[in-house]
T-cell receptor, first 114, second 111 residues
Framework: EAQVTQNPRYLITVTGKKLTVTCSQN?????MSWYRQDPGLGLRQIYY???????DKGDVPEGYKVSRKEKRNFPLILESPSPNQTSLYFC?????????????FGEGSWLTVV | GQQLNQSPQSMFIQEGEDVSMNCTSS?????WLWYKQDPGEGPVLLIA?????ELTSNGRLTAQFGITRKDSFLNISASIPSDVGIYFC???????????FGAGTRLTVKP
C-alpha cells in the first residue's frame, strides 16, 4: 500500500529541547516536502527536496532543518523548538513537484511546544 | 510567499444543500487542485484541473479552472454528513516548481 508515514503523530515538548519528526515513503518518489498547518493560514511549505542530497527552503524555513540522505526518508529537525512552532505538520511526497495527482500526504504530526 | 485567497473560511449548511467555494490568486497557475482533509488525517486529492476553462466532475463534486488561470471554484451538490471537513485549493506553477495552498474552507453539514 502506498504510504507516507510520519512519527510521532503527537508530541508535547519543552522550549529548546531538540526534536526530530521522521517521514518515510514507500513509493520511490523523488520529491518530498514538509508543511505546517495553522488555523486560517492553510498549508505553508517549510522545506522541500527534489532528490537525494538536494533540499531547498520553502516559505517558512526559519527554525527548521531537514536532510535527505536516502530517497525514502526526509526528517524534519527542530534544533531549538519554540512555542510559535506549535502546529500540525504534514510530510508529503510525489513523483515530482507540481503533479497534483501523485501528491501523497502523511497523516500529520501534532506538535506542542511549551 | 503569497497564499491563495480562499473563501468562504467556513460554512454551516443543512444536509442536502449545495455548496460553493472558490480560490483566487494574483498569480497565474497552470494547474489547480482541490483537496479534502478529514479530521485527524492528511489532505486527500479530490480533483485536478490542468487547462483554463476546464470543468471536471467527481461524483457530486464539480470544479472549474478559471479562464484567467487565476481562479478556481469547487461545488458540492446535495451535501451529506460525510462531506464534513476542510477543503483546500492549491495552485501549481509546474515550470517554476511552485505550489501554493489556500487557507481552507471548513464545512459543517447538519443532518
Amino acid at each position: 500500500e502506498a504510504q507516507v508515514t510520519q512519527n510521532p503523530r503527537y508530541l508535547i515538548t519543552v522550549t529548546g529541547k531538540k526534536l526530530t519528526v521522521t517521514c518515510s515513503q514507500n513509493m520511490n518518489h523523488e520529491y518530498m516536502s514538509w508543511y505546517r498547518q495553522d488555523p486560517g493560514l492553510g498549508l505553508r511549505q517549510i522545506y522541500y527536496s527534489m532528490n537525494v542530497e538536494v533540499t531547498d527552503k520553502g516559505d517558512v524555513p526559519e527554525g527548521y532543518k531537514v536532510s535527505r540522505k536516502e530517497k525514502r526518508n526526509f526528517p524534519l529537525i527542530l534544533e531549538s523548538p519554540s512555542p510559535n512552532q506549535t502546529s500540525l505538520y504534514f510530510c508529503a511526497s510525489s513523483l515530482s513537484q507540481g503533479l497534483g495527482n501523485t501528491i501523497y500526504f502523511g497523516e500529520g504530526s501534532w506538535l506542542t511546544v511549551v | 510567499g503569497q497564499q491563495l485567497n480562499q473563501s468562504p473560511q467556513s460554512m454551516f449548511i443543512q444536509e442536502g444543500e449545495d455548496v460553493s467555494m472558490n480560490c483566487t490568486s494574483s498569480s497565474i497557475f497552470n494547474t489547480w487542485l482541490w483537496y479534502k482533509q478529514d479530521p485527524g488525517e492528511g489532505p486527500v486529492l479530490l480533483i485536478a484541473l490542468y487547462k483554463a476553462g476546464e470543468l471536471t466532475s467527481n461524483g457530486r463534486l464539480t470544479a472549474q479552472f478559471g479562464i484567467t488561470r487565476k481562479d478556481s471554484f469547487l461545488n458540492i451538490s446535495a451535501s451529506i454528513p460525510s462531506d464534513v471537513g476542510i477543503y483546500f485549493c492549491a495552485g501549481c506553477d509546474v515550470g517554476n516548481n511552485d505550489m501554493r495552498f489556500g487557507a481552507g474552507t471548513r464545512l459543517t453539514v447538519k443532518p
